[in-house]
């Protein structure tokens, strides 16, 4: 196809020069030639608006602009509404079911917003009536536990020799099943009180006194490491109960291994209460988990030591009625520290 010659085109307004050329063009997966026309810009004719209209530049940019302006505010609600629902379903899975979201509407969120809602009151419902379920049926056990104890003192006076190896036994069971519907009672006791207690001043060091004195082994050391005026704002028994399950469980698991660290310190963060062991601490996978209701490592239990996992959830039951928070950690080499921290009195 024969070349035209090159055409100059000038616009007006300035020294803006366009040159024209028709060429023959052939594309690389075909032998057929088509006609065509190179345009040859120089640099400063990119401005020219033969080839950029800069008016309707301005104008898309102020349709933009325009778009952003009206998407914006449902943009930001509709932001802002799922940062509340997440907000409010992490605290729905730590057991807050009294959460609300308050987002009202007819739209998607509104009805989502409502339906978190009503699954957290159910899912109260249902936890807290597990929880007095635990606690009624705990309490009722108690009373014929008392008699058949009473009635096994009973027959020890009465039963011969051979036979006292069955009564003790026996007695063994009704011991242990009397401790495990105390411990029912008293984590049912902990989740129900909704974190209503009556906080007063507790000496950390005289507590501790209390509950070393009748945990002590003579196989057993204890290092305490408490400043005798150290105080914290907490219920006294659930205090006591917690330090009394913490130590209890490293005399039975680490009492032999090592000495059973108790230390307190307090900062501007609050006061921070640890008991560690030397003992074979817990697997990586569980050190999440040894705070949950039934959690039992059987690694490191038998029958004779292993509970029915109830001490370190009432742990954190009573710690949190109390405002404050714990935690668990495995030691370098070996060894398990639990850490509790009470927020600032």
């Not at 029915?308 to 080499?333: F, M, Y």
Request: net charge neutral; aromatic share 6%.
């Amino acid at each position: 196809m024969p070349q035209t010659p090159a055409r100059l085109v000038s616009v007006s307004g300035g020294p803006k020069t366009w040159i024209v050329m028709r060429t023959p063009i052939r594309f690389a997966d075909t032998t057929d030639i088509v006609p065509g026309s190179l345009i040859v810009v120089p640099y400063p004719g990119l401005n020219d608006p033969l080839l950029f209209p800069i008016r309707w530049l301005w104008w898309s940019l102020l349709a933009l602009g325009v778009t952003a302006a009206c998407w914006w505010p449902l943009l930001r609600r509709l932001t802002v509404s799922l940062g509340r629902m997440e907000h409010a379903t992490s605290q729905i899975a730590e057991g807050r079911f009294d959460t609300r979201l308050g987002l009202a509407g007819s739209d998607e969120v509104g009805r989502l917003s409502g339906s978190i809602e009503r699954m957290a009151v159910r899912l109260g419902t249902l936890v807290t009536g597990q929880k007095r379920f635990l606690g009624d049926s705990a309490h009722e056990l108690r009373s014929p536990l008392g008699r058949m104890q009473v009635a096994l003192e009973i027959l020890n006076t009465r039963v011969q020799d051979p036979e006292l190896g069955y009564l003790r036994d026996l007695k063994d069971d009704v011991d242990a099943l009397s401790r495990l519907t105390d411990d029912l009672l008293q984590y049912a006791r902990t989740e129900l009180s909704d974190r209503t207690v009556t906080l007063v001043p507790v000496n950390v060091a005289e507590a501790i006194a209390k509950v070393v004195a009748r945990e002590d082994r003579a196989s057993v050391i204890f290092d305490v490491r408490v400043p005798a005026e150290l105080t914290v704002r907490a219920e006294p028994s659930l205090f006591e109960r917690t330090v009394s399950n913490l130590v209890r469980n490293a005399v039975k698991y680490a009492g032999a291994a090592g000495p059973i660290v108790i230390s307190a310190t307090r900062d501007t963060a609050g006061t921070t209460i640890t008991v560690s062991d030397s003992g074979p601490g817990v697997a990586p996978e569980s050190v999440e988990r040894v705070f949950d209701p039934f959690f039992r490592e059987d690694v490191a239990r038998n029958r004779k030591t292993g509970g029915v996992g109830l001490g370190l959830a009432i742990v954190r039951s009573a710690v949190e009625a109390c405002g404050g928070t714990v935690s668990c950690r495995n030691r370098q080499p070996h060894g398990l520290e639990v850490r509790l921290v009470w927020p600032p009195a």
